[in-house]
Nanobody
């Protein structure tokens, strides 16, 4: 059984930083792409960032490009999302997701496994 467990969320002031972690278990982590999505209150879930199986390819939503960095450590079966220069509009529940493909993908339909989510709140 595949499990994804996020950690690292919390309350931060605008302009601050947070790093989210996602620990995976239950399958060969290094074979698959990983992604981060988020959902703000009253809004649909949206794509944030994705990384290919090797870490060589990454893609970001325009809203976070230049501020967020996705990375992975295959030896630790862990994916990270470094978030800098946070804004109040980044407030959301952040979800880690495991794709069924090895290439980086922005489509939520390509993700088979989801974590329980971690709350990120950015105060103004």
């Amino acid at each position: 059984q595949v499990q994804l467990v996020e950690s690292g969320g919390g309350l931060v002031q605008a302009g601050g930083s947070l790093t989210l972690s996602c620990a995976a278990s239950g399958r060969t982590f290094s074979s698959y792409a990983m992604g981060w999505f988020r959902q703000a209150p009253g809004k649909e879930r949206e794509f944030v960032a994705t990384i290919s199986w090797s870490g060589a390819n990454t893609y970001y939503a325009d809203s976070v490009k230049g501020r967020f960095t996705i990375s992975r450590d295959n030896a630790k079966s862990t994916t990270y999302l470094q978030m800098n220069r946070l804004k109040p509009e980044d407030t959301a529940v952040y979800y880690c997701a495991g794709a069924g493909v090895s290439i980086a993908t922005v489509r939520s339909q390509n993700y088979n496994y989801w974590g329980q989510g971690t709350q990120v709140t950015v105060s103004s």
